[in-house]
């Protein structure tokens, strides 16, 4: 299958700074790319679908101000979390679609001290 | 609002037995439904693809049903391994959008 790769896989950050992560589709070209975070023990939560050339699109109560969405290209999203607080510490995971197939990253365990 | 049920939460099983994993949605206008597992702290892994046309897809030890009308997907596993212990989730795409909804999983142990 297609494949997609984030960076970093983890990160731990002091409350207050900003943290960029990074979404790649590595064999194909994506026009719209998607962010979700996933709590331990639940199941994944859309963020906001990010699409090349454009704003981003988000979901009801995600903070568009504090989760930036950035896709300058058909291969390339990334997700800034500004100002990180603890309460921000989940795993982050990005997904993309090729031939009506969602394939998804690894994703990265964002940790806020 | 589509809302995507799979039932039970956590199954366990002893080696090579065959098992059912379900999954119902209570909106039945979906575009396709897809099949993923996911390993403690990683991504996840697509499994299967049904579009709403089709009835079932197979895919060496695992067979997928769909049957839109009743609004349920099964996933069979056939002769388990260790290896497929895992946390299995399903998703539905409706039409409009590439947006996936997604079930709360079923954490699968198969014991050896």
């Known amino acids: 299958g297609a494949v997609v790769s984030q960076h970093p896989s983890r990160v731990i950050c002091k409350s207050g700074t900003s943290v960029k992560i990074e979404c790649r589709s590595l064999d194909f070209q994506a026009t719209t790319m998607f962010w979700y975070r996933q709590f331990p023990k639940q199941s994944l939560m859309l963020m906001a679908t990010?699409?090349?050339?454009?704003?981003?699109?988000?979901e009801q109560g995600v903070e568009k101000d504090k989760f930036l969405i950035n896709h300058a290209s058909l291969t390339l999203s990334t997700l800034t979390v500004t100002s990180a607080h603890p309460e921000d510490s989940s795993f982050y995971i990005c997904?993309?679609?090729?031939?009506?197939?969602?394939?998804f990253g690894p994703g990265t365990r964002l940790t806020v001290l | 609002k589509q809302e995507v049920t799979q039932i039970p939460a956590a199954l366990s099983v002893p080696e090579g037995e065959n098992l059912v994993l379900n999954c119902s949605f209570t909106?039945?206008?979906?575009?396709?439904l897809q099949w993923f597992r996911q390993d403690p702290g990683k991504g996840l892994t697509s499994l299967l693809l049904i579009q709403s046309s089709q009835r079932e897809q197979t895919s060496g030890r695992l067979n997928a049903s769909l049957d839109k009308s009743s609004g349920r997907s099964t996933l069979y596993i056939a002769a388990s391994q260790p290896g497929d212990s895992a946390t299995y989730l399903c998703?539905?795409?409706?039409?409009?959008?590439?947006?996936?909804?997604f079930g709360t999983g079923t954490r699968l142990t198969i014991i050896p």
């Open positions: 990010s699409n090349e050339g454009s704003k981003a699109t988000y």
């Open positions: 998703a539905v795409r409706g039409f409009g959008n590439e947006k996936l909804t």
């Open positions: 997904s993309a679609t090729i031939y009506n197939e969602q394939f």
């Open positions: 909106d039945s206008a979906i575009y396709n």
